[in-house]
């Protein structure tokens, strides 16, 4: 139990679906952050929320789209994917000043195939 | 924009054999260091951090890493590894609130 859900663990997908990812953490946090890990890459950032407000995507295509609903919740639409799209999505919670500010606590991860 | 670099992508080892992994950033500001570990099949979590003081830090499971401000560089060390250590290793920085990863080392450990 690391604070951090994701749901769901697994997905498959064709490439005509509308799918969401959801990620909700329970340890008081202010930021939250979708990753995207795929083999023989570095961890990518995709996306960050401080204070439920956008700060950071990072020329993400369009075909992923984030929502933050509140401090504790975070989605990742996704639509009209493509094969290389397939990779484990990591969300990921922090403060964002004080003590500890900076670390990251990671979900387990949703792993998504695209076919 | 600040980079991380991880040198070594994949290392096996014997069991109770010494362990460094490189780590070195690009960045000319305050920084904090992170290491992070996953092990298979579970999520990333913090092995150990540095945000200020002793540029000695002890982490959990033994491991401890060097911040040299001067090679910016924060490698990380473990006198003698078990073969529950194999796992993949994460680097990272922290600069105005982006962390940002290195490629990341997989360690295997031959029992």
């Known amino acids: 139990e690391t604070g951090v859900t994701q749901t769901p663990r697994h997905l498959v997908m064709g490439m005509t679906n509308k799918k969401s990812l959801k990620c909700e953490q329970h340890?008081?946090?202010?930021?939250m952050y979708w990753y995207k890990q795929s083999a023989k890459k570095p961890l990518e950032l995709m996306f960050v929320?401080?204070?439920?407000?956008?700060?950071e995507n990072n020329s993400v295509p369009s075909r992923f789209s984030p929502e933050c609903p509140n401090s504790s919740h975070l989605f990742l639409h996704l639509h009209t994917l493509q094969p290389e799209d397939s990779a484990l999505y990591l969300c990921?919670?922090?403060?964002?000043?004080?003590?500890?500010?900076?670390?990251?606590?990671f979900g387990e991860g949703s792993r998504l195939t695209v076919l | 924009a600040q980079s991380v670099s991880q040198h070594n992508h994949h290392v096996i080892l014997s069991e109770a054999a010494s362990l460094e992994l490189g780590c070195n950033y690009s960045?000319?500001?305050?920084?904090?260091l992170f290491w992070y570990v996953q092990y298979p099949g579970q999520h990333l979590q913090l092995l150990l951090k540095?945000?200020?003081?002793?540029?000695l830090v002890k982490g959990i499971k033994g491991f401890e890493a060097e911040f040299i401000k001067s090679k910016f560089s924060f490698n990380l060390r473990k006198p003698s590894v078990q073969w529950s250590d194999t796992a993949e290793y994460f680097c990272?920085?922290?600069?105005?609130?982006?962390?940002?990863f290195g490629g990341g080392t997989r360690l295997m450990v031959k029992p």
């Open positions: 929320y401080s204070l439920e407000e956008r700060v």
């Open positions: 960045y000319g500001g305050t920084v904090n």
């Open positions: 540095y945000f200020s003081g002793d540029p």
């Open positions: 340890l008081g946090h202010n930021a």
């Open positions: 990272a920085v922290n600069a105005g609130n982006m962390l940002t």
């Open positions: 990921a919670s922090s403060q964002i000043a004080g003590e500890g500010a900076g670390e990251l606590f």
